[in-house]
């Protein structure tokens, strides 16, 4: 499972799922990626401590 916010890997067992009101759910690695996107309304894009994703 990757992470909605830093796509990074998240272990099995470890990590918090979230669940919206119109039942999207969000997987997240770490508080500090849940607050970032949620609390704060960050963009993936904007934040330069998150990997960058390759295109293949």
């Known amino acids: ?3 909605s916010f830093c796509s990074s890997e998240i272990e099995k067992g470890k990590g ?3 669940v919206r009101k119109d039942g ?3 997987s997240f690695c770490s508080r500090k ?3 970032n996107m ?3 309304k960050r963009k993936t894009h ?3 401590w998150v990997k960058k994703k390759t295109r293949r």
């Open 46 to 48: 904007k934040v330069t």
């Open 24 to 26: 999207k759910v969000l």
């Open 1 to 3: 499972m990757k992470c």
């Open 33 to 35: 990626c849940r607050v």
């Open 38 to 40: 949620l609390q704060l």
């Open 16 to 18: 918090l799922l979230y």
